[in-house]
C-alpha cells in the first residue's frame, strides 16, 4: 500500500491548483493575534483575562447580548481568556483553515467560518443563558473542520483510499475527543464547540464545491444542507432564555456607584478642611455648620436622592453594593445634619469626629 507522504500530494496538488494561496486563513489568525495583544495592553492578563475585561471587548453574555448588543456574537471570535487559549485555538485553526479554504475558495470558506462561529455561539447563549461569559475562536474552528468532514466524505471516491481513511478519521476524532473532553472540564464553552461543528457540516454541504472544476455537486446535498441549518437557527433563536436581568441596569448602577465613590473622597476631602479650618480658630462655630451643612449634609443628601432613583433589581449584580452605598449614605447624611445643628447652637466640635466616625 502506498504510504501517506505519497498519497498526500494528490489531494494537495489539486486543491491548490484551484486555490493557491490561504490569505482569509492567514488573515484571520492576524486578527486574532492582534485582538490579544491590544487587550493586554488594556487590562487582560497574558495567562488569564478577567471577565470585566472580556465583557468590555465584546464577549458573549446572555443579559449584554441580548440588551441589543447582538454583534456580541460575533466579536466574541476574536476574544480569548489567555495566551494557552489562543495558541491551541490558533494551531487548530492553521492546521484545518489553510485546508478548507483551498478546498471551498477564499469566499465560502470565510461564509462556513462566519456561520459556525455565530451559530456557536448562539448556541451557547442557549445552552449557558446568563451564567457565563464566553469567547473564542472556537466554534469557528470546529466549524471548518465539520466543512473538512464533509468535504472529504463527498469527494472520497476520487481520493486514496488510504488517504482518505487518514484525514477522514482524523478529523473526525479531533472533533469528538474535543467535544468529549469539553464534557469534563467546567470552563470549556462545549455549546460553541457543538455548535460551529454543527453548523460547519450543514454549511459545508450548502457551500461545497468539487475537487477539480466543473465537478458537479448534489442539489440536493445543497438544499438539506441549507435548509436544516436555517431550521436549527430558528430553533435555538425560540430557545434562548429570558435574560435574569437587563445588562443597561447594571451598566448604570456601575458608573453611578463609581462616580458616588469618587464624589465620597471629595467630601471626606472636604471634612478634613473643616477639621483644619476649626483647628485654626478663625470662624465661628455657626459659620462651621454652615460649612458642614453646604459641603456634606447637602452633598449626600444630592447623592442620597440620586441613587434612590437608580432602577433597581435584586439580580443585578450590583445591586447589594448599591443597598450598601444607599445606608453608608443616610447615615452620613443624617451623622452630618445632626453635627451641622449642633455647631450652629454653639457648640464645639467633638474630638473624636473624624472622617471615619463623620462623612
Not at 454583534?71 to 478548507?100: K, P, Y
Request: a neutral charge; proline letters at 4%; one cysteine or more.
Amino acid at each position: 500500500m502506498t504510504d501517506v507522504a505519497s498519497n498526500w500530494p494528490s489531494l494537495g496538488a489539486a486543491i491548490k491548483q484551484r486555490t493557491p494561496s490561504v490569505p482569509v486563513t492567514k488573515l484571520l489568525i492576524a486578527a486574532n493575534l492582534l485582538v490579544f495583544v491590544l487587550m493586554l495592553f488594556n487590562g487582560a492578563g497574558f495567562w488569564h483575562s478577567p471577565n470585566d475585561v472580556q465583557l468590555a471587548w465584546g464577549a458573549n453574555f446572555g443579559p449584554a447580548t441580548q440588551n441589543g448588543e447582538w454583534w456580541r456574537l460575533a466579536t466574541a471570535l476574536f476574544l480569548h481568556f489567555g495566551a494557552i487559549h489562543l495558541t491551541l485555538n490558533m494551531v487548530a485553526f492553521w492546521d484545518g483553515g489553510q485546508l478548507v479554504e483551498r478546498m471551498y475558495g477564499h469566499a465560502r470558506y470565510l461564509a462556513i467560518y462566519l456561520i459556525s462561529g455565530l451559530t456557536g455561539n448562539l448556541l451557547s447563549l442557549v445552552w449557558q443563558g446568563n451564567h457565563a461569559v464566553s469567547g473564542g475562536a472556537s466554534g469557528a474552528i470546529f466549524g471548518i473542520y465539520g466543512a473538512l468532514i464533509v468535504f472529504l466524505w463527498q469527494e472520497r471516491e476520487q481520493l486514496d483510499n488510504h488517504e482518505f481513511r487518514w484525514l477522514f478519521g482524523g478529523a473526525c476524532v479531533f472533533a469528538v475527543a474535543t467535544i468529549v473532553l469539553g464534557f469534563m472540564i467546567p470552563a470549556i464553552d462545549n455549546a460553541a464547540h457543538i455548535g460551529g461543528f454543527v453548523a460547519g457540516i450543514l454549511s459545508g454541504m450548502l457551500l461545497m464545491r468539487g475537487l477539480r472544476v466543473g465537478e458537479q455537486v448534489s442539489r440536493i446535498g445543497r438544499m438539506l444542507g441549507g435548509l436544516l441549518l436555517v431550521t436549527a437557527v430558528a430553533v435555538m433563536v425560540a430557545r434562548i432564555p429570558a435574560p435574569t436581568y437587563r445588562w443597561g441596569d447594571e451598566l448604570i448602577l456601575r458608573k453611578e456607584i463609581d462616580d458616588f465613590i469618587r464624589e465620597d473622597q471629595a467630601i471626606n476631602r472636604s471634612w478634613l478642611n473643616i477639621m483644619h479650618e476649626s483647628k485654626q480658630g478663625n470662624v465661628t462655630y455657626y459659620e462651621l455648620g454652615q460649612q458642614v451643612e453646604n459641603a456634606i449634609t447637602d452633598r449626600y443628601e444630592e447623592r442620597y436622592e440620586q441613587l434612590s432613583q437608580l432602577p433597581y433589581d435584586p439580580a443585578l449584580p450590583s445591586a447589594a453594593k448599591l443597598e450598601n452605598i444607599l445606608q453608608y449614605t443616610k447615615q452620613r447624611r443624617d451623622a452630618s445634619k445632626v453635627l451641622a445643628d449642633q455647631l450652629k447652637q454653639g457648640k464645639p466640635l467633638p474630638d473624636r469626629a473624624k472622617p471615619s466616625s463623620v462623612p
